[in-house]
C-alpha cells in the first residue's frame, strides 16, 4: 500500500509515494515563488501550484499506483472561498508586510 504525502511548503511543493515501511518510493517538486497580485500585494501561484499538483499526482498514479493522500504544510496559511467554492480574494503569500 503507498500513501501520497501532498507536502504544501513556503519554498517548494512536494507530493511524495510513502510505502508501508516509510520508505519513500518516488517524489516531485516545484517552485512556485510569490508573485506581486492586483495592488503590488504578493500572492501564492493558486492556479498554477493546483495544476501541477493534479498533473504530478496522475503521473505518480500511473507509475504507483497509490491507496490513500496525506496532506502537510508548514507555515500555511489562508484561502477565502466564495459560495462557488472559487477563490473569492488572492491567497496572500504571508511574507507580504
Not at 511524495?16 to 504578493?42: H, K, M, T, Y
Amino acid at each position: 500500500m503507498l500513501v501520497a504525502v501532498i507536502d504544501l511548503g513556503k519554498t517548494n511543493k512536494k507530493v511524495a509515494l510513502i510505502d508501508r515501511s516509510l520508505r519513500q518510493v518516488a517524489s516531485r517538486s516545484a517552485s512556485f515563488p510569490a508573485q506581486p497580485g492586483p495592488d503590488g500585494v504578493l500572492c501564492e501561484q493558486i492556479d498554477a501550484i493546483w495544476a501541477w499538483l493534479g498533473e504530478q499526482l496522475a503521473a505518480l498514479y500511473r507509475e504507483h499506483p497509490f491507496h490513500a493522500l496525506s496532506v502537510t504544510t508548514h507555515g500555511a496559511t489562508w484561502a477565502a472561498l466564495d459560495d462557488a467554492g472559487g477563490l473569492a480574494f488572492p491567497v496572500i503569500a504571508y511574507e507580504h508586510d
